[in-house]
């Protein structure tokens, strides 16, 4: 009677985050208090709720807090004071302006006047559907995209209207990048893909192997160096631009599926068709691709093969994250042609870096149900193939002597067959998971907990310095070869060394120093502070 009673009160508890008291400078903790009530019986103060990103921009920032209520902390004089407001906001894109906030979720816009003290917001798509990007455009005018349908407001977020392209109906098209054009109003690029087709496990497997046309296909066109009219893909992808606010469109020149950013009076796109930048990402990677190769064809995996393809890639390498081997385009005539760039330039790549990390991104698809296997005894430890990709519960190295940083955790799961069981269920497969078996930087930083190896903000990033990557890299080898897996962890990172880095010429040069321990996973610069959240939810206020 006592559990029971203990159990219904547990579950009445209510709590009220409270604001984080003033703070000065240095390196300061931005903790998330709350009181706690049980009914009407006993109120209780905690510490220890959890923060999920931060956006910054001039004196103003916003935490996002995941527990123990959600809701948003918002400061207006650099992260000195702040306040809390109660809400959903799981905010995925932040724009500053004016005298406005604008915020993107899954589903709605929302928007703050008084420096996000308070929110109201409107829903943009249908239920069933999601937002993939947002940009403001010259005279305040806010631009969303949803499935097959880009949205306009004129009036701050509080009303939207539809603006429709003259694409067939099917296959639908979601978008990757909205971009504004700075100096024309009526002027606007989008660019698009339409929703995959066929099975990408399949198609991925089908390029390690070099064994379709789409693979050949798609090696080619990494090793070529394209100019004028470019395409590869589906006949829809593409960038597209209207001169009249959206009543006319064309297609320009580039024909592929790619996020988009304007710099410098030119536009410049990044490939973001998964097949393809795999094929960019072995040409890149070759010795890691031949280990994914080697485990996909039950072979196991290879210590020393993985080690050695896995090198420090630099801080410039760290820095670039996701753009650094998609093939990269740039057009100085409004998208009427476009030209292979050899080696962007690190600002160009970091301002490529943050489209591709706001733009619109894939969703996992899931894959056709195999055919059923052989039946065979349960056996432990066997080499297995890439399709299966679920999750397993943690477990501990066998007899791994631990490292400075980084301890292991789970891999790849195994799924041996026992006589009579029924055929695995198929799984959604991201693109991220399968192009982690081509990439290092992917495949370390879902060993790392699903934690960025490197984030940038404006003139500040973070990034681990080479003892932390070779510590990482040798404890996935060991998990690995425990494993007899290429693992995907995840690591335990409790005490974890990263860097943090400031840039004063637009992110040519970098100078270190250091940051709390721990993998950072969200970062902003403000004009007088940096902000850093931390994967177990931790926050910091780095002022001089």
Known sequence: MRLALLLALTACASYRVLPPGPLTGGTQPIPVRYEKSLLLFFKSDGEGGAVARVFAEGAAALLTVAAPEPGVFASGDGGRTWTFARGPF??????FAAGHIYARTAARIWHSEDGGKSWASSAVVPSDDRLDAMALGKGGLLYAAGRSRLYLS??????????????PPQPAWRARSIVPDPLHPQTLYLSLRTEPQGDLLARFNALLEYSSEEALSALKFADERQSGAVAWGAAADGVYVTHDGGGLWKKTALSLDAWLAERDGALHAVAAEPILQAAALVRRHPGLASAAELQMKGGGVSGPQLRAALPYPGREGLLTGPVADPPVFRSTDGGASWTRMEQPALPLALALRAAAEKGGQDSAHAAPSPAPPPQR???????RPMRDLAPRASGQLDGAPPLPQWTGGRGLPRHPTTQGAPPAPPRALSPDTLLAFVDPLRLLSRFNGAAPLSGVSGGVAFAPPRPSWDALVATLVAESESEHEISLGPARTEGAAFELLRSSDGGASWTAGPLPPGSPQSIAAGAEAVFVVRSDGRAWRIAP
């Open 154 to 167: 004129a009036d701050g977020a509080q009303t939207w209207k539809p603006i429709d392209l003259p694409l």
């Open 377 to 383: 005894p349960r056996q432990e430890n066997i080499s």
């Open 90 to 95: 799981n905010f995925r894109e932040v724009i």
